[in-house]
C-alpha cells in the first residue's frame, strides 16, 4: 500500500497490556502512559480502570495534551475479579454491572471514544439462559453510557473454548446478538481482534464479513493454539512472530486488507486500531512494542 495507514486508522496500543502491573488499577501507570504519549508513531491509547481520581485527571491531561485519542477497556474489571456480566446468580450479575458502569463513569472522566467488555463464561445446557443475561446487561449498560453522552459501548469478541470461553463468541452468535443490541440502541458496536479469530476456529472473512457493519473498533495482536504444552499457548497475546504462534506480517496484512476492504478502515473517519501485545517471560516491554510497530509497518506495504 503506497499510502500512508495514517490516512487510514488512528494506530495505538493498549497500555495495560504492553506494560506489566497495570491492570488492577494501581501501579506506574503515568510512567507507562508518557512512553506511549511520548512516541509520535501512536495516535491513541486504550487504558483501563485507574483507582486513583489523581491519576486519572493526570492522564486525561497528558492523553489531551499529547493531542492523542483514547479508548477505555473494561474487560480487566470483569477478568482481575472474575467477574461475569452474563452471570445466571443474578446478585452477581448485578455487581459486575455495576463495576462495568464505575468503567463508564471513568471512560467519560478520560474523554474516551468508546468503553469495551467481554461476555463471561457459559454452560453449554444453559447457554441460551446466558445469552438472554448478556442481553439485558448490554441494554442497561447502553442506557447507562447514553444517559451520560454519546459514547459507544463495545464488545470485544473473545474464543469460546480455549481460554476465556466466553459466550460472544462465535460469529453466528456474534451476529445474533450484534442484530438484536443494534436494534434498540444506536450507542452499540463490535471491538474484533487478529489474535482472536483462529481462537474462534475462523478464517479472517468468516469472522468479519457477517458482521461487518457493526464493528467499531480493531485490535492487532497473536496467539499460540497448536498445543497447549507451547509457550504462551491461548489468549497471552505474544508478540508478532513467537514460537509456534499463528500470526505475522503476512497475517496482519490480510486483516488489515479486509478491513479494508469492508470500509472500516477509512478515511473519512479513521477508527482506532490498537496492538494488544504483551511481553512473555522476561521479556521488555519497549522491545515488544517496538516489534509491533515493525511488523505492522511491513504489513501495511502488503495491504
Known amino acids: 500500500m503506497n499510502e500512508s495507514m495514517r490516512k487510514y486508522m488512528k494506530v495505538g496500543t493498549i497500555l495495560h497490556v504492553a506494560y506489566r502491573g497495570l491492570t488492577t488499577g494501581e501501579g506506574p501507570i503515568l510512567d507507562c502512559l508518557k512512553k506511549i504519549v511520548a512516541d509520535p508513531y501512536f495516535e491513541a491509547v486504550e487504558v483501563t480502570q485507574m483507582k486513583d481520581p489523581a491519576v486519572r485527571k493526570a492522564a486525561a491531561d497528558m492523553i489531551e495534551c499529547g493531542h492523542m485519542a483514547v479508548a477505555y477497556g473494561g474487560q480487566p474489571r470483569l477478568l482481575t475479579v472474575g467477574l461475569n456480566i452474563n452471570d445466571l446468580d443474578e446478585e452477581k450479575r448485578?455487581?459486575?454491572l455495576a463495576s462495568l458502569k464505575e468503567g463508564i463513569d471513568e471512560a467519560y472522566e478520560l474523554n474516551a471514544t468508546g468503553?469495551?467488555?467481554l461476555a463471561g463464561k457459559y454452560e453449554e445446557e444453559t447457554k441460551e439462559?446466558?445469552?438472554q443475561a448478556l442481553v439485558k446487561s448490554t441494554e442497561e449498560l447502553c442506557a447507562y453510557a447514553k444517559s451520560k453522552g454519546d459514547m459507544p459501548?463495545?464488545?470485544?469478541?473473545?474464543?469460546?473454548?480455549?481460554?476465556?470461553?466466553?459466550l460472544i463468541g462465535p460469529v453466528d452468535l456474534v451476529k445474533r446478538y450484534a442484530e438484536e443490541i443494534?436494534?434498540?440502541?444506536?450507542?452499540?458496536?463490535l471491538m474484533v481482534d487478529l489474535s482472536h479469530i483462529p481462537?474462534?476456529?475462523?478464517?479472517?472473512?468468516e469472522s468479519l464479513l457477517p458482521v461487518k457493519q457493526y464493528?467499531?473498533?480493531?485490535h492487532m495482536g497473536n496467539t499460540v493454539i497448536k498445543d497447549p504444552s507451547c509457550q504462551a499457548y491461548g489468549d497471552q497475546h505474544p508478540r508478532f512472530g513467537f514460537p509456534d504462534s499463528e500470526n505475522d506480517v503476512e497475517e496482519l496484512a490480510h486483516y488489515l486488507r479486509v478491513l479494508k476492504d469492508i470500509g472500516f478502515l477509512n478515511k473519512e473517519n479513521r477508527p482506532i486500531v490498537s496492538f494488544e501485545i504483551k511481553p512473555w517471560g522476561d521479556e521488555d516491554s519497549e522491545v515488544v512494542i517496538?516489534?509491533?510497530?515493525r511488523t505492522l509497518d511491513l504489513a501495511w506495504e502488503l495491504v
Not at 481462537?199 to 472473512?205: D, F, I, N, P, S
Request: glycine letters at 4%; hydrophobic letters at 40%.
Open 182 to 189: 443494534t436494534a434498540k440502541w444506536d450507542n452499540f458496536g
Open 115 to 117: 468503553f469495551s467488555f
Open 290 to 293: 517496538a516489534n509491533g510497530k
Open 215 to 218: 464493528i467499531r473498533h480493531a
Open 153 to 166: 459501548v463495545l464488545i470485544e469478541v473473545f474464543d469460546y473454548d480455549i481460554d476465556k470461553k466466553s
Open 199 to 205: 481462537m474462534l476456529h475462523e478464517t479472517v472473512e
Open 129 to 131: 439462559q446466558s445469552y
Open 94 to 96: 448485578k455487581i459486575a
